[in-house]
């Protein structure tokens, strides 16, 4: 039999509301999933993010199979170099009369989908990716007429448009926002809960096993694969979290900590990006453990400020400044990229802790992602389009459309302010406050200068200072200029000397 419409399905659109899935006929559908080598190795990609992929897709084809859809499934070891090969066999072996996709997540991806079907000879349509809750018309016609694009007045119009913790119309308890009281640092205050381990079925250990042996210089421990790879699966991490670790989730979510990478954050975002959760589903199971009185408001909130506003903003700010938007550098940062962010082999505790499990887990959560490894980055003026490259390959949910606004704009504040009102600059202090990893550094927190300061006290000052007419511009510097301008200037050059010392060992930091 064969299909008069091939379906494409990405590895990251695995999901059953997927728009050409949904209206499909699956006697007269053949869905189409590839393993290529383009999209597996154009940025160094974790082989924990590969592995999730590619046992995903694998069970999402036998799901498929089991509704009575026909799939052509290419394994990474048929040696298909492109999604479009992919296509062009499984079209010319089906006979297909058209093929549809879903637009893809990343605008090089898009770029190329729009010339396939003049290379391919059938048609070729790209239909809207329903599965966000905000389209990217929906952004572009918020974004329209507003000077500033910030994340807090987004997220509120999706409060109501979505009724999410709303009573009459206004937020639930009176505010938008609790962030105020999600900041709590960590003191080893309570236990961790201990996360269940899934059974790796077979399907899942062949993966491992060719991961493995075809991306043997990439970063990825994978004897410590833990993810769900199905769509029942990951419903069961996202129970599993609401249950256990949710009450404490805002309360800890800023915390750096020894004992756990995990601490009480819901391991989901790597299934919302990949379609094996639902976002508003996983909204609403939130909200419903606030209403039960599970967990507290600032929980609830927090969580689905993460899920509703910032995921859905991101994706909304990426596509309304592309493709320029990747280019930017407003700080001029080109500093080579450390060789320890491979290894993770520095003193700097927090880092080292932070690097290292980014490479072996592909996990990091957002504070280690903003505040430890992106400030450090920020501080040390590194390359802006290494360090985008070493988080879209590095992270399980990794994928350019939330990657770049959240690396380049976020942490890098490269845009020049398009995402952040300010720059996401801190000095050792900050991390002190929020963990407990400065107990075992060989840097003192409370030192600017000397063999055993901190290394992000005194880049602090010299991005103060070497951004100073750009910071000026921004009210909100002021009273950090100012403290800085008044200090004495043999103390300032004292800070500055020190600095550059360290900016020319960083490799041995």
Known sequence: MSGNTAILVLGDQ???????????????????????????????????????????????????AERGFQVEYYR?????????????????????????ICEPGEYRLLEQMTGWAEVSGV???ILTDSRFLSSRQDFSDWASGRKQLRMEYFYRDMRKRYGLLMD???????????????????????????RPQPVLDEVTREVIECVAAHFPDHPGDLSTFRWAVTHEAAQGELDWFCEHALPAFGTYQDALAEESPWLFHGLISMYLNCGLLEPLAVCEQVEAAYRRGHCSLSAAEGFIRQVLGWREYVRGLYWHHMPDYRERNALSAERPLPEWFWTGNTEMRCLSQALRQSLDLGYAHHIQRLMVIGNFALLAGLSVSEVCDWYLGVYLDAYEWVELPNTLGMALFADGGIMASKPYAASGKYIQKQGNHCKSCRYDP???????????NSLYWHFI?????????????????GGWRKRGDDDREAVLRWADRTLERIETL
């Open 76 to 100: 990474f070891e048929d040696g298909l170099p492109s999604l479009l090969a992919a296509c062009e066999r499984a079209l010319a072996q089906w006979q297909c009369e058209r093929l549809l």
């Open 168 to 194: 009459a119309g206004q937020p639930e308890g009176g505010k938008w926002n609790y962030d105020a009281d999600n900041r709590t640092g960590w003191r080893s205050q309570c236990d961790v809960p201990a």
């Open 123 to 125: 048609p070729v349509e």
């Open 446 to 456: 409370k030192r600017v200068t000397g063999e055993d300061a901190c290394p992000y």
């Open 14 to 64: 695995l999901s059953w509301c997927h728009p050409a899935l949904q209206q499909a006929d699956p006697e007269e559908t053949v869905v189409i999933l590839a393993e290529v080598r383009e999209e597996a190795s154009y940025v160094r990609h974790n082989r924990h993010k590969i592995a999730l992929l590619f046992s995903a897709m694998r069970h999402f084809a036998l799901a498929l």
């Open 465 to 481: 200072n070497r951004h100073n007419a750009l910071l000026s511009q921004n009210p909100r510097m002021g009273l950090i200029l």
